[in-house]
T-cell receptor, first 112, second 115 residues
Framework: SQQGEEDPQALSIQEGENATMNCSYKTSINNLQWYRQNSGRGLVHLIL?????REKHSGRLRVTLDTSKKSSSLLITASRAADTASYFC????????????FGQGTRLTINP | DADVTQTPRNRITKTGKRIMLECSQT?????MYWYRQDPGLGLRLIYY???????NKGEISDGYSVSRQAQAKFSLSLESAIPNQTALYFC??????????????FGEGSRLTVL
């Protein structure tokens, strides 16, 4: 069964705007990761946030984690056409196995 | 050259045929995974391996088998393919030393169509 539920399933914005994607999960986690997938390609790791962290930044990416609500958000600021992709959250239950459980993804389209 | 290489990249086959998807990696990672991606369902774990002698079932292992021929090679087999195994299959690796904070490194995927 899927651990993560992502919202929205699809998002279309204008270049330069900010994009926010949300992820909810069901069980306790060790960390939560966000991945990007260009159409038909492999997934690429973007950022990881540990369960004891609340916010993390990497370039134009900002991730928040609320373990009490079992939710996370990914903010991409000043979006570019090249940011068009699908974005997936993935939770690591922390059993040492790195058995990531993926959400169904958000399809982001940046319009020029 | 890619760090995680999957072959074939695309395959069309018929119901009942045996299919093998291969994965090789040059990252030196101990851990290897096979995931399946279906539209709207994200990725689901089929099998994973922590070393040559350690193979574990994932969420959806029925109808699949795997072989870890060497640290760098992990193959996924469909003994008798059926149409609902049509999907995009991904191999991934991770480093045992990063087991508490680690990311997965993905191949480019193998698109399988079963007619």
């Amino acid at each position: 069964s899927q651990q993560g539920e992502e919202d929205p399933q699809a998002l279309s914005i204008q270049e330069g705007e900010n994009a926010t994607m949300n992820c909810s999960y069901k069980t306790s986690i060790n960390n939560l990761q966000w991945y990007r997938q260009n159409s038909g390609r492999g997934l690429v790791h973007l950022i990881l946030i540990r369960s004891n962290e609340r916010e993390k930044h990497s370039g134009r990416l900002r991730v928040t984690l609320d373990t009490s609500k079992k939710s996370s958000s990914l903010l991409i600021t000043a979006s570019r056409a090249a940011d068009t992709a699908s974005y997936f959250c993935a939770t690591d239950p922390g059993e040492g196995a790195q058995k990531l459980v993926f959400g169904q993804g958000t399809r982001l389209t940046i319009n020029p | 050259d890619a760090d995680v290489t999957q072959t074939p990249r695309n395959r069309i086959t018929k119901t009942g045929k045996r299919i093998m998807l291969e994965c090789s990696q040059t990252k030196g990672h101990d851990r290897m995974y096979w995931y399946r991606q279906d539209p709207g369902l994200g990725l689901r774990l089929i099998y994973y391996s922590f070393d040559v002698k350690d193979i574990n079932k994932g969420e959806i292992s029925d109808g699949y088998s795997v072989s870890r021929q060497a640290q760098a090679k992990f193959s996924l087999s469909l003994e008798s393919a059926i149409p609902n195994q049509t999907a995009l299959y991904f191999c991934a690796t991770s480093d045992l030393r990063d087991r508490d904070t680690g990311e997965l490194f993905f191949g480019e995927g193998s698109r399988l169509t079963v007619l």
